[in-house]
């Protein structure tokens, strides 16, 4: 009987720790990272009594929680890339904002700006028509300044946020090696300690959706946690602290570094998390997405300063650049031995691209790399003043030999949008006239006509001087009173800078004049030139014109961000299936917990009715045994 | 599978989410009436619309390039219509002082209408348009390019010609420089002239001279030297003799492929030469005729000739003039006639890119709003499968 109660009061003492599990697991049914647990009740080890061998009872054997690495591994490899895309669509998003809404205003501002110079064609001599135009010329320059402001302000976002990424990796890192200490103390006894399990793993999982982690259980219970191309983060109870550095060559953006790498960046390893996804968001979405406006700002600018240049204003006076814009820009990298810079100009605005490059000097020589495709760059040249290094479009001067293993990065139009303004104040500076006027003389007998001539060189310092063209006979003509060249009806002839063509038959002593058209304020033929450019390839070997540029950034913006918004549905997808799968194995389901409810009061009703029943054996037997002695 | 109930929770809070994102997609193309208002919706749609868009401004632009082209050239065919009609009086008056039977006061009244034509001419010389540039003056719009001088009147312009571009690749000459209009008109009959020496005593008048056979025209310098008054011989300009004969009023004399018939008596010694054209202001050939008329105090035969050559040599002038002229607003008219063709084809072109932009941006009104309909629908039994699960408790059960 006394084996009874014994038995009854283990089964009691269980079954009440069986609903403290169960009641946990209800309380813990909104705990992140909880994990479901069980307990797991053995019976406990039989008396021998005589020949018959009797249980004696139930004992419990210990609390497992339900839980699987290879899952939690899933959900976290998961979660690190659903965070990288959510950091690039923040930011894909602002940027097809910014420029991908098919009423955007740069595309209007150009359009105006092209409009302005197609009116000052029409009337070249109104001021209304050359004040509108300066006008369109300013708002347009404020529109590249304005997106790129944007875009360099979610710059500086991806800097705060990095510097927010890594105190809070290096914290959640700190808290790991604190558990993995508590971990290790708690495994001692043979029991898993189930909670700090719980918390570790939770932290990982909040780590994974910062950094992608690959993690190592120890047979101690410690974890170590890696992330990157392997770079530690914790090692059982010690930690790496992770570091932000500037860039090499552009001190404005931070890159990641730890404090075992001397400054060294692992940027390049770190491809997934929020941080993963920031760096690229800066490397893939941003800094393309300004250097593609910086490209066609710098396109504008110059094909706009070159057309002035080559026109006359209403004053006579050849025009003065429209537009000043920052030109390509080259930084020695902060590892660099020696003080030598390089300075870059624009030698074929055909052949820029939008594009960042990296020259290096090594071992005698120059090499420049892509650093979108990886591509180097053909250069030729010696870099020198007299001799510049040039390729893809640039131009580029060392100030001297530089060290072996020197580099320079060259962003030839990183900063041309943000630094783009209207450089004329005047608006009778416009250069709408052409700088050449051709005239046949009155006393002219023959029956030739002289073209308007077009200007081919503006730089030409006797462009404006006045030519001569005399007829010495039907089929000859002198210059200026000299020489006796061929004419040819409608060919070619260039002097000065310029070019024109006579047609038809002239008579000797004819006489035809090509001069400066200082007086001629009612020509249009610049202004002509300069609404035409709006159609004019001047981009990618001529092909692509500045409109076709712009429609070129909607597309590219556009695309970019349908790409990025693509991927983070899918991964949307994956993670739920991978958080179902954790959920599933792991997750508190309160029917279960209810019928366990039911199941463990039933077995403890069931037990206390046998503790009764042995009881009142136990009394039946006493009071037999004292009505025999009394 | 075992399914928790915070799973059910997080996962029903995902799709309600992604179905309010969808209702709310919907309602911003519904109120914009724009299938896609951000291009990452339609990348190369947006591309096109931009591309679209930018062909659109520009076709606009040059309707508003050819409006203020018409403009202009309309002012100009107006200058020139009322051109013409001057010289035409100018023409007539000649004619009229042609007749022997004018007295003095009559040519001396002709040459006072004949400098109000001049007048007339000049201002016409000096036309504005409405923004006050001078439509006659090349380049240099902003300076009065005619002033009357004493052969005719000096022109101070240039011989530009504005060009407006009216379409892709198409420009549209706006203006013709006043020298061309005015200026650079060929004398005689726009070949060569022929003319009376001014020591002439006898009567010969020159009454024709034109171009017989054009291959054989030689482009030099002849004198038709009367050795008697009924011999003649043609001398080059090296004195050498190309023909000579016997004249006879009204007769056509024929060298080097040109045909000048003279009429009346020259005495011996006269002579007559044949010369290339060369240009002459209509403003200088105004000038010489008042001139020919204010000196009509010779009464003599001799002098009667003269004027009669004077005349002639006007009229064929004029008539020059007035070809000039026509054949420049023929050209206007071709140019008026380029830029409405280029009208109707922007206007057409304009139709087709508001097409193909509609055909790519505009929303499908009623699949829209079906849509939303549905998104609305699937949104509210979501909702409602949710509540009816999540009353689904075993705990409620439990008494």
Redesign the interface.
């Known amino acids: 009987v006394a084996d009874a109660i014994g038995i009854s009061l283990t089964a009691l003492q269980a079954l009440q720790q069986a609903i403290a599990v169960t009641s946990n697991n209800v309380a813990n049914?909104?705990t992140p990272g909880y994990d479901v647990e069980t307990i797991n009740l053995t019976s406990a080890a039989p008396q021998s009594n005589g020949s018959v061998t009797v249980g004696a009872g139930v004992d419990v054997a210990g609390v497992t929680r339900a839980f699987s690495q290879a899952e939690t591994n899933q959900l976290n490899t998961s979660q690190s890339a659903l965070g990288s895309l959510n950091a690039q669509q923040n930011y894909?998003?602002q940027i097809?904002?910014l420029?991908?809404?098919?009423a955007n205003g740069l595309?209007t501002a150009?359009?105006t700006y092209?409009?302005g110079w197609?009116?000052v064609?029409?009337?070249?001599?109104?001021t209304a028509a050359r004040q509108a135009l300066l006008g369109a010329a300013q708002s347009l320059a404020a529109s590249f300044q304005t997106s790129s402001t944007q875009l360099n302000a979610m710059n500086s976002d991806v800097n705060t946020r990095i510097t927010g990424d890594v105190t809070q990796i290096n914290a959640d890192a700190q808290s790991i090696a604190q558990l993995n200490q508590q971990i290790v103390v708690g495994s001692a006894g043979g029991q898993t300690p189930n909670t700090l399990l719980d918390q570790r793993d939770q932290l990982v999982s909040s780590l994974s959706q910062l950094v992608g982690v690959t993690t190592t259980t120890n047979q101690d219970g410690s974890m170590n946690v890696s992330i990157g191309n392997g770079q530690p983060l914790v090692l059982g109870s010690s930690t790496t602290t992770l570091t932000t550095v500037p860039d090499q060559f552009n001190a404005s953006e931070l890159q990641i570094s730890s404090s075992a790498l001397n400054g060294n960046s692992i940027s390049s390893s770190i491809t997934s998390g929020d941080l993963g996804g920031l760096l690229q968001a800066r490397s893939q979405i941003i800094n393309p997405a300004l250097n593609q406006l910086g490209q066609v700002a710098a396109a504008l600018s110059q094909s706009a300063n070159t057309q002035q240049n080559s026109g006359l204003d209403l004053n006579g006076q050849f025009g003065a650049n429209l537009f000043s814009a920052g030109g390509p820009q080259a930084t020695a990298s902060s590892k660099n031995t020696d003080a030598t810079t390089a300075s870059v100009s624009i030698a074929n605005l055909g052949a820029l691209t939008p594009d960042n490059y990296v020259l290096s000097f090594n071992a005698g020589a120059f090499t420049m790399t892509d650093t979108s495709t990886g591509d180097n760059v053909a250069l030729s040249g010696a870099g020198t003043a007299a001799s510049p290094l040039t390729g893809a479009g640039l131009s580029i001067v060392l100030s001297g030999t530089p060290a072996a293993g020197d580099q320079f990065l060259i962003q030839p139009t990183a900063q041309a949008a943000s630094t783009i303004k209207v450089a004329l104040t005047n608006p009778s500076q416009l250069a709408a006239?052409g700088a050449i006027?051709?005239?046949?003389s009155?006393?002219?007998?023959g029956k030739a006509t002289v073209a308007?001539g077009t200007v081919a060189d503006p730089a030409n310092p006797n462009l404006l001087a006045t030519t001569t063209i005399q007829f010495t006979s039907p089929t000859t003509f002198s210059v200026n009173g000299a020489g006796s060249f061929a004419y040819t009806s409608g060919a070619n002839i260039t002097l000065n800078g310029w070019q024109t063509q006579i047609s038809g038959t002239p008579?000797t002593g004819d006489v035809f004049t090509v001069q400066g058209?200082t007086?001629?304020?009612?020509?249009?033929?610049n202004a002509?030139a300069g609404?035409?450019q709006?159609?004019q390839g001047v981009l990618d070997g001529g092909s692509v014109s500045i409109?076709?540029a712009?429609?070129?950034l909607?597309?590219?913006?556009?695309?970019?961000?349908?790409q990025v918004?693509t991927a983070q549905t899918a991964q949307?997808a994956v993670n739920?299936a991978a958080?179902?799968a954790v959920?599933?194995?792991s997750?508190?389901?309160?029917?279960?917990e209810?019928?366990n409810?039911?199941q463990w009061q039933q077995a403890y009703q069931a037990s206390a009715q046998a503790l009764t029943i042995a009881s009142s054996l136990f009394t039946t037997l006493i009071d037999s045994v004292n009505g025999t002695f009394s | 599978m075992r399914v928790t109930q915070s799973l059910e929770q997080s996962q029903f809070l995902t799709a309600i989410n992604q179905l309010e994102s969808n209702i709310s997609t919907t309602q911003n193309q519904i109120s914009s009436g724009l299938s896609f208002t951000t291009a990452s919706q339609n990348p190369i749609g947006a591309g096109l619309v931009t591309n679209y868009n930018q062909a659109l401004t520009q076709s606009q632009q040059f309707v508003t390039n050819s409006n203020s082209a018409q403009t202009s050239l309309n002012t100009e065919d107006t200058a020139l219509t009322q051109m013409q009609n001057s010289l035409q009086s100018l023409r007539d008056l000649a004619l009229e002082a042609n007749n022997s039977s004018e007295s003095p006061q009559d040519l001396s009244a002709i040459a006072t209408q004949a400098t109000q034509i001049q007048n007339t001419l000049l201002s016409l010389a000096n036309t504005q348009d409405g923004s006050g540039n001078f439509i006659f003056a090349g380049f240099s719009t902003q300076s009065q390019p005619f002033a009357l001088s004493a052969t005719g009147a000096a022109y101070s312009g240039d011989q530009g010609q504005r060009q407006v571009q009216i379409a892709p690749g198409q420009t549209v000459v706006v203006g013709d420089n006043g020298d061309l209009v005015f200026n650079q008109i060929k004398t005689g009959n726009g070949t060569f002239v022929a003319s009376a020496a001014a020591g002439n005593t006898g009567t010969g008048v020159v009454s024709t001279a034109t171009v017989a056979d054009p291959a054989a025209y030689t482009g030099g310098t002849y004198s038709i030297d009367f050795t008697a008054p009924n011999t003649y011989q043609v001398l080059d300009a090296n004195n050498n003799v190309v023909t000579s004969g016997t004249f006879t009023s009204g007769q056509a004399i024929s060298f080097a492929g040109v045909q000048v018939t003279l009429t009346g008596q020259p005495a011996a010694d006269d002579s007559f030469s044949v010369a290339p054209s060369t240009n002459q202001s209509v403003f200088t050939t105004v000038q010489n005729l008042v001139t020919a008329l204010q000196q009509q105090g010779t009464t003599s035969a001799a002098g009667g000739a003269q004027l009669n050559n004077s005349i002639n040599s006007a009229i064929n002038n004029i008539d020059q003039a007035l070809n000039q002229s026509e054949t420049i607003q023929s050209s206007v008219g071709a140019r008026l006639n380029g830029i409405t063709t280029q009208q109707s084809v922007a206007s057409s072109q304009q139709i087709q890119l508001q097409k193909s932009i509609s055909n790519l941006q505009s929303l499908d009104l009623p699949s829209a709003i079906t849509s939303l309909d549905q998104q609305n629908t699937t949104l509210s039994a979501a909702m409602q499968a949710f509540t009816l699960t999540q009353g689904l408790s075993l705990f409620k059960f439990i008494q």
Do not use: K
């Not at chain 1, 006027?437 to 046949?440: E, G, L, R």
């Open positions: 049914f909104n894909s998003t097809d904002n420029f991908g809404t098919t595309t150009l359009q092209y409009s197609s009116n064609a029409d009337d070249p001599t109104s006239a006027a051709t005239s046949a009155d006393t002219n007998t308007a008579a058209n007086a001629g304020t009612g020509d249009n033929t002509t609404a035409n709006q159609s409109s076709g712009v429609s070129g909607v597309t590219a913006v556009g695309t970019q961000a349908q918004n949307t739920s958080q179902t959920q599933s194995t997750g508190v389901n309160l029917d279960n209810a019928a409810l039911l």
